[in-house]
């Protein structure tokens, strides 16, 4: 896994009355967990079907965080608050080209540049792309490309069919599509 990891921090809340001189919520603490976010996530659930992967991930990634408050009974999310933080750059001098699969995990959060990713897919046979950049030529290595939906259509114009049917289009609750057909 390469890509740009952060610490999600999710704090649980009941709220049972509404704030008397704001027409919000008062929430009440619960509980609270965290883990590894954003690629560190993608790391920990490739661990539970293979128990041999690594990651390349920003060092700074405690740093930087994704606080969701959320209701405790319902798992409703009341508000996310990010920390703004500048991520550290990856060196491509630590990337090893000998496994069998590249995931690169890429949030668009400064870690990966398109030039980056180009690099990795030009050097590596098999890279799965899943991205938060709008798509252009950089990714027409790529052995497969996972955009949601919204993704998708910030990157319609810059389509080729070639990269077009590398594509794994993700749209919520209606499936995915891939090379024209629906999932």
Same mark, same amino acid.
């Given at each position: +896994?390469?890509?740009?990891?952060?610490? #999600? +921090?999710?704090?649980?809340?009941? %709220?049972?009355?509404?704030? *008397?001189? %704001? *027409? @919000?919520?008062?929430?009440?603490?619960?509980?609270? !967990?965290? =883990?590894?976010?954003? %690629?560190?996530? @993608?790391?920990?659930?490739?661990?539970?079907?293979?128990?041999?992967?690594?990651?390349?991930?920003? $060092?700074?990634?405690?740093?930087?965080? &994704?606080?969701?408050? @959320?209701? =405790?009974?319902?798992?409703?999310?009341?508000?996310?608050?990010? !920390? $703004?933080?500048?991520? $550290?750059?990856?060196?491509?001098?630590?990337?090893?080209?000998?496994? &069998?699969?590249?995931?690169?995990?890429?949030?668009?959060?400064?870690?990966?540049?398109?030039? #980056?990713?180009?690099?990795?897919?030009?050097?590596?046979?098999? @890279?799965?792309?899943?991205?938060?950049?709008?798509?252009?030529?950089?990714?027409?290595? %790529? &052995?497969?490309?996972?955009?949601? #939906?919204?993704?998708?259509?910030?990157?319609?114009?810059?389509?080729?069919?070639?990269?077009?049917?590398?594509?794994?289009?993700?749209?919520?609750? #209606?499936?995915?599509?891939?090379?024209?057909?629906?999932?």
């Amino acid at each position: +896994i390469i890509g740009e990891s952060c610490r #999600d +921090i999710f704090i649980y809340c009941d %709220a049972n009355r509404l704030c *008397p001189d %704001a *027409p @919000v919520p008062v929430l009440s603490v619960v509980n609270q !967990t965290e =883990n590894g976010g954003m %690629a560190k996530n @993608v790391y920990r659930n490739i661990l539970t079907r293979n128990n041999s992967c690594d990651i390349i991930t920003n $060092s700074d990634w405690i740093n930087v965080t &994704k606080t969701r408050y @959320v209701h =405790n009974s319902t798992n409703h999310m009341f508000f996310r608050v990010d !920390t $703004s933080h500048e991520i $550290s750059r990856i060196n491509l001098e630590n990337i090893d080209f000998n496994y &069998k699969l590249i995931v690169i995990s890429d949030y668009d959060k400064g870690f990966l540049t398109t030039e #980056d990713i180009q690099f990795i897919c030009e050097n590596h046979k098999n @890279v799965f792309i899943d991205t938060k950049k709008i798509l252009g030529s950089w990714a027409k290595k %790529a &052995k497969y490309i996972k955009i949601n #939906d919204y993704e998708y259509k910030r990157s319609e114009q810059f389509l080729t069919p070639d990269l077009d049917s590398k594509i794994i289009h993700t749209m919520g609750g #209606d499936g995915c599509r891939f090379q024209n057909k629906n999932f």
